[in-house]
């Protein structure tokens, strides 16, 4: 039987893990020998550099690089446009990538490999997610499913956990965070809340070291290093090594080379986390937000697990460490946790999906229950305040698979039709939410004003939102329809995308 991948798809790193023949998740190494493999494309003329050689070469061919494209899953304004003047969305991209990684596992496994599970951070909305679909679609695979990283990683974890209790993820990658509250339980994993910031991860951090070598530069004469072209790629680069130095070390230097000069700038480890403290007070400050809101103190809390490779910066263990009291476990790689995770999600999604059974690692077998990480709701009329208002029928943190109703009445007399409108976002203001769908629903002929509606809305495990709306006195179904997502590809561009990539050669 071919096995099912699963796959951490990272923001500047990825990994590719399977569970072996003794019931054990292993990540599979890339064709160069590599447990983890950068999440980096270079379109060199008709073929597709993917990885290590990307990125080693990306400071010199930045216009033909991309990183950090899970950054703008989902959003269909961005595009990426090589040298020669073609045009990429973030799919294809990401696509490129997964191909990638599923060939190299191929060439590990020596089997073919269609069936994986991707991770994605457990705040990433409902276009970020589709387009992560699409994105394995685009690449030849059958993506089983969708997993939260901070739950993959927790199911790595608690596959070698004898004792029951609370556990808490914190999760900083490369682009992004996310903090995750769960019970484990004899390999049952129920996620409690969850909560993060799609756009704050390692990056971030780079970005401000990346300034203040720049002003450095700046004060001596030297060019503006963000040229958007080498010399930027350049610094970056050399400011995510020093980044990882000060990991280890208290000390690094920066040496940049511009118009002819060269410069050194040396930075301290306090000076970095001074530079950067801003970035990690976002993330406790979202951190203590979720455990008020769950009602969960720290002496609540039996497990903390720091997963993404971001979590390596001594700062951040510190800071979990002084607020909860105690260190984090120190049993887990961060790297490869969400990759271990996934695998045994994929192995037993596909052993479900096959009719068979499976018993993935000594915890036997594993249940998993997850929640939504955004709220989904209605717009409706305030006839007090007369404006439109945002009304949450399904909440943020609702286990899933989950349905949820909520009830809205007729504005005027005989009215024939309602412009329903599906929202994600809690805030109350239309203005502070994203709308997913506008679609007229047909009202049935005389009804009088202040006729009740039933909106009934059901959300399942792969993040398929479907609609109901019924007339409350009868019970009368009037609407039906499955969520349509507007900032995504079409159909027709999702095939086109995937038969250029089978023409492409992805190395």
């Not at 070698?160 to 965070?177: A, K, M, P, R, S």
């Not at 503006?224 to 980044?243: I, N, P, S, T, Y």
């Not at 309602?418 to 769908?437: A, C, H, N, R, S």
């Not at 006729?451 to 792969?462: A, G, L, Q, R």
Request: charged share 25%; net charge negative; aromatic share 6%.
């Amino acid at each position: 039987m071919a096995q099912a991948l699963g796959i951490d798809l990272g923001t500047t790193f990825s990994a590719v893990a399977v569970v072996g023949a003794d019931d054990r998740p292993a990540v599979l190494r890339n064709r160069e020998g590599e447990n983890i493999t950068p999440s980096v494309v270079l379109f060199s003329d008709d073929q597709v550099l993917v990885g290590s050689t990307a990125a080693r070469t990306a400071a010199t061919m930045p216009d033909d690089c991309v990183r950090f494209v899970k950054r703008f899953m989902g959003d269909p304004h961005w595009s990426f446009v090589d040298s020669r003047g073609t045009e990429y969305r973030p799919e294809e991209i990401s696509a490129f990538i997964l191909r990638r990684l599923a060939d190299d596992a191929e060439l590990a496994l020596g089997t073919r490999v269609d069936d994986v599970v991707v991770t994605v951070p457990a705040y990433f909305d409902d276009a970020r997610r589709k387009a992560t679909l699409d994105a394995a679609e685009i690449a030849g695979l059958h993506a089983l499913r969708l997993v939260n990283e901070p739950t993959a990683a927790a199911v790595a974890y608690g596959l070698d956990e004898t004792e029951h209790g609370t556990c808490l993820v914190y999760d900083l990658g490369g682009g992004t965070f996310d903090v995750t509250l769960m019970r484990i339980a004899g390999g049952e994993f129920d996620v409690l809340a969850t909560d993060g910031d799609r756009n704050l991860g390692g990056f971030d951090f780079d970005n401000e070291l990346m300034l203040r070598v720049n002003a450095f530069v700046g004060e001596r004469g030297g060019p503006d290093l963000f040229d958007g072209g080498v010399l930027e790629a350049d610094l970056r680069e050399k400011c995510e090594l020093a980044k990882r130095t000060l990991t280890n070390v208290p000390r690094a230097s920066v040496f940049v080379s511009a118009d002819g000069a060269n410069h050194q700038v040396q930075i301290t480890r306090a000076e970095f986390e001074e530079l950067t403290a801003s970035l990690l007070d976002r993330t406790r400050t979202i951190l203590e937000s979720l455990l008020e809101a769950a009602g969960v103190g720290w002496d609540g809390i039996d497990h903390i697990l720091l997963v993404g490779g971001s979590t390596r910066m001594p700062m951040v263990r510190a800071m979990v460490e002084r607020l909860s009291g105690r260190p984090p476990e120190i049993g887990i790689n961060p790297d490869e946790a969400v990759a271990y995770g996934a695998a045994v999600v994929a192995d037993l999604t596909a052993a479900e999906r096959s009719g068979g059974e499976r018993r993935a690692g000594s915890a036997g077998p594993v249940s998993i229950s997850d929640v939504t990480s955004q709220s989904l709701g209605v717009l409706a009329y305030d006839e007090t305040t007369r404006r439109p208002v945002n009304v949450v029928v399904v909440p943020k943190n609702s286990s899933i698979p989950c349905q949820h109703e909520e009830r809205f009445v007729t504005l005027q007399e005989n009215q024939t039709e309602w412009l329903f409108e599906i929202t994600e976002g809690d805030d109350p203001d239309p203005d502070y939410v994203v709308k997913l769908q506008e679609t007229p629903i047909a009202l049935p002929r005389g009804l009088p004003r202040g006729s009740e509606m039933k909106v009934t809305m059901s959300y399942d495990v792969d993040g398929v939102v479907h609609v109901v709306v019924t007339e409350a006195k009868t019970d009368r179904s009037i609407g039906e329809l499955e969520l349509d997502r507007p900032l995504n590809l079409e159909r027709s561009d999702v095939d086109r995308m995937r038969s250029a990539m089978a023409r492409l050669e992805v190395r």
